[in-house]
């Protein structure tokens, strides 16, 4: 049994279905579980004069986007304890991959659930790389890919 699961959320249906794998897990009223959001900092192109107004325009993205994330983690969350889980949030801001693994060597997870889009084709998961291998490389505990069903 897995003592430390962190949930990697940020309101998609693969996302929804990480938590549905959490859950299906049934883990023990011991067990700690994460419920992570990550926002992550647009990317940002500053030309000369337009350095003052981009960046401005970037804060309230950022504003914007850290609003809406604690809002889909504030949903992740009451799923998780709707089904009688106990679970702790973070919110942190970053690129994913690193702060997932971060969070993990912080804490001492033992278990990554993600979730997973079919979306991309299989040539571009191939030659573009996917956050999913990426983070396998990266983390040093098990990682759960799960997919939305549909």
Do not use: F
Request: aromatic letters at 4%.
């Amino acid at each position: 049994m897995y003592r430390k699961i962190l949930v990697a959320y940020n309101g998609t249906p693969e996302s929804r279905s990480a938590l549905q794998e959490c859950i299906r897990l049934a883990p023990d009223p011991a067990t700690e579980i994460h419920l992570l959001a990550v926002v992550n900092p647009p990317p940002s192109v500053i030309i000369g004069e337009y350095a003052m107004v981009a960046m401005q325009g970037m804060e309230e993205e950022m504003v914007a986007e850290k609003q809406r994330m604690e809002h889909e983690l504030a949903d992740g969350h009451a799923c998780l304890r709707a089904a009688g889980l106990v679970v702790q949030t973070h919110i942190e801001v970053g690129e994913p991959v690193p702060t997932i693994a971060n969070l993990v060597d912080k804490l001492g997870i033992e278990l990554v659930i993600v979730g997973h889009t079919r979306h991309q084709s299989l040539a571009m998961r191939w030659w573009r790389g996917a956050t999913d291998a990426l983070l396998v490389e990266k983390i040093r505990c098990s990682l759960l890919v799960a997919s939305d069903p549909k």
